[in-house]
């Protein structure tokens, strides 16, 4: 990885500038989450120089490990996720320590070890005292830990800063949400609070909102006027793997569209934010979500689970038969919803929505969907031509692909679609583009939660899925499995758009 360098006509707000010095400490890090996304995210801005200095990593966990045996895992976990220098690492390395310990162990035990290794590493690298705490752990124990921080004396200090960071799922539903903040909340303010979705710190998010607000070309564009519908892809071509005992309790709805999907129908769907920041951004969200309509459960929303199929021309087996999953298990691996949102911009454009696992292949995509041309002069046999798409593609290979009609070449005028690509490798000479997780703990670092999801917004997104969640609840699936491994879902996902006239778009 080589350092990153900034073109001279970048202007913003984003020019790169490391945050105070302080100490994060991760719970959970010898679990899944940290060595594939926290730690390399990290080592991603200790490459780029954007970690303050000094600064320190505390690894908070159960396994039994030193510094040492953390310092050897996490470096075996980054070379596997990022690209990999020794010298990068050996400068991020010693930044590193480790505390073994429980979750849900007395504040007199384990936190107090923990309190003492900071408040040691403090004192010898001379870090002020300011604590960032990211719970990379199941939601099981995100009460017990703000607790534990609180009884020990970790949640508060009066010479420096605290911040919590917090992974989704942020509750099962509306009434759990509420009552989880009302528990961080007797210890930590709304200020400190950092709901964490990794998919707002993708490039393409951010870019969907410069695109629009600071090109004048599309804004004027960007209503029902011209858009006909959007569609909003998060396909995955993974299975459960050996989350079972997560995903059974959990399913499609609370996994992936509570959050992922209704953060990124808000970022295509918002009012120009007065500025930029967490107020201005986080106001216009939630603003969205009021005027989304309640959903018609059996009209706007098409459940699925994947049986038995074919993955990159290899045999992939059904949910059913995922180890730990139950054989008759009922659960949802597939969704698709059609979303209309009831204000002057969008009344009566529908918005679909559809997230899986075991689809073709791995894909995140917002598709702008224009409207054709109101007169065709062209000579065209059926008499008209398919409407004008701009994609933001998250992954793979982000980027932003527009679609429109050009004369082909030759003596006939013969009109065919043709794609204009914006890729971010090839554009800004970068190899891997950043970690998601990197640009939002710089933001915790920095205490900017423009791209953190605020309270109102989980509880609003957790009303709006709720009828879907108990309504499937109570009408079990008579045709489960309905979509092969390997297809891009059941039959009914595409009459979903059929009864509209429309159709998916080919990914």
Same mark, same amino acid.
Request: aromatic content about 10%.
């Given at each position: 990885?080589?350092?990153?360098?900034?073109?001279?006509?970048?202007?913003?707000?984003?020019?790169?500038?490391?945050?105070?010095?302080?100490?994060?400490?991760?719970?959970?890090?010898?679990?899944?989450?940290?060595?594939?996304?926290?730690?390399?995210?990290?080592?991603?801005?200790?490459?780029?120089?954007?970690?303050?200095?000094?600064?320190?990593?505390?690894?908070?966990?159960?396994?039994?490990?030193?510094?040492?045996?953390?310092?050897?895992?996490?470096?075996?976990?980054?070379?596997?996720?990022?690209?990999?220098?020794?010298?990068?690492?050996?400068?991020?390395?010693?930044?590193?320590?480790?505390?073994?310990?429980?979750?849900?162990?007395?504040?007199?035990?384990?936190?107090?070890?923990?309190?003492?290794?900071?408040?040691?590493?403090?004192?010898?690298?001379?870090?002020?005292?300011?604590?960032?705490?990211?719970?990379?752990?199941?939601?099981?124990?995100?009460?017990?830990?703000?607790?534990?921080?609180?009884?020990?004396?970790?949640?508060?200090?009066?010479?420096?800063?605290?911040?919590?960071?917090?992974?989704?799922?942020?509750?099962?539903?509306?009434?759990?949400?509420?009552?989880?903040?009302?528990?961080?909340?007797?210890?930590?303010?709304?200020?400190?609070?950092?709901?964490?979705?990794?998919?707002?710190?993708?490039?393409?998010?951010?870019?969907?909102?410069?695109?629009?607000?600071?090109?004048?070309?599309?804004?004027?564009?960007?209503?029902?006027?011209?858009?006909?519908?959007?569609?909003?892809?998060?396909?995955?071509?993974?299975?459960?793997?050996?989350?079972?005992?997560?995903?059974?309790?959990?399913?499609?709805?609370?996994?992936?569209?509570?959050?992922?999907?209704?953060?990124?129908?808000?970022?295509?769907?918002?009012?120009?934010?007065?500025?930029?920041?967490?107020?201005?951004?986080?106001?216009?969200?939630?603003?969205?979500?009021?005027?989304?309509?309640?959903?018609?459960?059996?009209?706007?929303?098409?459940?699925?689970?994947? $049986?038995?199929?074919?993955?990159?021309?290899? %045999?992939?087996?059904? &949910? =059913? *038969?995922?180890?730990? !999953?139950? @054989?008759?298990?009922?659960?949802?691996?597939?969704?698709?919803?059609?979303?209309?949102?009831?204000?002057?911009?969008?009344?009566?454009?529908?918005?679909?929505?559809?997230?899986?696992?075991?689809?073709?292949?791995?894909?995140?995509?917002?598709?702008?969907?224009?409207?054709?041309?109101?007169?065709?002069?062209?000579?065209?046999?059926?008499?008209?031509?398919?409407?004008?798409?701009?994609?933001?593609?998250?992954?793979?290979?982000?980027?932003?692909?527009?679609?429109?009609?050009?004369?082909?070449?030759?003596?006939?005028?013969?009109?065919?679609?043709?794609?204009?690509?914006?890729?971010?490798?090839?554009?800004?000479?970068?190899?891997?583009?950043?970690?998601?997780?990197?640009?939002?703990?710089?933001?915790?670092?920095? $205490?900017?939660?423009?791209?953190?999801?605020? %309270?109102?917004?989980? &509880? =609003? *997104?957790?009303?709006? !899925?709720? @009828?879907?969640?108990?309504?499937?609840?109570?009408?079990?699936?008579?045709?489960?499995?309905?979509?092969?491994?390997?297809?891009?879902?059941?039959?009914?996902?595409?009459?979903?758009?059929?009864?509209?006239?429309?159709?998916?778009?080919?990914?």
């Amino acid at each position: 990885m080589s350092e990153m360098e900034f073109s001279s006509r970048c202007v913003g707000l984003g020019q790169g500038r490391a945050t105070e010095p302080c100490c994060i400490v991760v719970f959970g890090a010898a679990g899944d989450l940290a060595q594939r996304e926290l730690i390399p995210a990290l080592y991603d801005l200790a490459c780029q120089s954007l970690l303050p200095e000094p600064f320190t990593v505390v690894g908070f966990s159960r396994e039994d490990m030193d510094d040492k045996s953390f310092r050897d895992r996490m470096r075996a976990a980054v070379a596997r996720q990022r690209s990999f220098e020794t010298r990068h690492w050996e400068r991020f390395a010693p930044h590193l320590h480790y505390v073994q310990g429980n979750f849900d162990a007395p504040p007199e035990g384990d936190y107090a070890l923990l309190r003492d290794k900071l408040r040691s590493l403090q004192t010898r690298h001379g870090i002020p005292d300011n604590v960032l705490f990211h719970l990379a752990t199941p939601p099981s124990f995100f009460s017990d830990i703000v607790s534990r921080l609180d009884q020990s004396g970790l949640a508060g200090s009066d010479k420096g800063w605290r911040r919590l960071v917090i992974e989704k799922p942020f509750g099962t539903d509306e009434q759990s949400a509420r009552d989880l903040d009302r528990r961080i909340l007797e210890v930590f303010d709304e200020s400190q609070t950092y709901r964490i979705d990794h998919f707002l710190g993708k490039e393409t998010v951010q870019n969907l909102l410069v695109v629009r607000f600071a090109n004048p070309s599309f804004e004027p564009i960007w209503n029902r006027n011209y858009i006909d519908h959007v569609q909003i892809t998060v396909a995955e071509d993974i299975g459960i793997g050996t989350r079972a005992g997560f995903y059974e309790k959990t399913g499609v709805v609370r996994d992936m569209v509570q959050n992922h999907l209704l953060q990124l129908l808000c970022m295509t769907a918002i009012e120009p934010p007065v500025r930029y920041d967490g107020a201005g951004l986080r106001d216009e969200t939630a603003k969205v979500m009021q005027a989304i309509r309640p959903l018609d459960v059996r009209l706007d929303a098409v459940r699925g689970q994947y $049986g038995p199929g074919h993955m990159n021309g290899k %045999a992939a087996s059904g &949910y =059913r *038969a995922e180890k730990d !999953v139950a @054989p008759e298990s009922n659960t949802a691996t597939y969704a698709a919803l059609r979303v209309m949102i009831d204000n002057w911009r969008w009344a009566g454009v529908p918005f679909y929505l559809r997230t899986g696992k075991r689809l073709a292949h791995k894909l995140t995509e917002v598709a702008i969907h224009f409207k054709p041309t109101p007169h065709l002069m062209f000579p065209v046999e059926g008499g008209s031509l398919s409407g004008n798409i701009l994609a933001f593609r998250l992954q793979p290979e982000e980027g932003i692909i527009q679609t429109f009609v050009a004369k082909q070449p030759g003596p006939g005028l013969c009109l065919q679609p043709v794609t204009m690509n914006f890729r971010y490798a090839s554009a800004f000479g970068i190899e891997q583009l950043p970690n998601a997780y990197s640009w939002l703990l710089h933001d915790a670092m920095g $205490g900017d939660q423009t791209l953190f999801a605020r %309270a109102d917004w989980i &509880y =609003r *997104a957790w009303q709006i !899925v709720e @009828p879907v969640i108990a309504h499937w609840a109570a009408e079990p699936p008579r045709d489960f499995p309905n979509y092969a491994a390997g297809s891009w879902g059941p039959l009914a996902a595409e009459g979903l758009l059929r009864a509209d006239q429309r159709a998916w778009k080919t990914l």
